[in-house]
Nanobody
């Protein structure tokens, strides 16, 4: 069971990039999902979150430029980033704030409220 992010890369200022993150394994439902980022020498910070019902929350620095969405059936979360700035350069991590899965040994449904993290994908905004 893991989260796998993709879509990072190099983009010029003002450009756009789209990130995707999907959960694999026997997961049947996921609580809140989100994107966080960590720039060199800085702490990890929240970018955007989305509840299972679709309510969203954004960091002030990305409001109006980034859009978070999710597909519950695909167990995936997405981040559309527009009007990118050099200060958006960071490693972006997807997060799942707890999930329910089917235990492979007991076949019982097991739920937790723990934070689960993907490996991160690098976004570089530079000319």
């Amino acid at each position: 069971v893991q989260l796998q992010a993709s879509g990072g890369g190099l983009v010029q200022p003002g450009g756009s990039l789209s990130l995707s993150c999907a959960a694999s394994g026997s997961i049947i439902s996921i609580n809140d999902m989100g994107w966080y980022r960590q720039a060199p020498g800085k702490q990890r910070e929240l970018v955007a979150t989305i509840t299972s019902g679709g309510s969203t929350n954004y960091a002030d620095s990305v409001k109006g430029r980034f859009t978070i969405s999710r597909d519950n059936a695909k167990k995936a979360v997405y981040l559309q980033m527009n009007s990118l700035k050099p200060e958006d350069t960071a490693v972006y991590y997807c997060n799942a704030g707890g999930w329910c899965l089917i235990d492979g040994f007991t076949t019982q449904v097991v739920c937790d409220g723990e934070d689960h993290w993907g490996r991160g994908t690098l976004v570089t905004v530079s000319s």
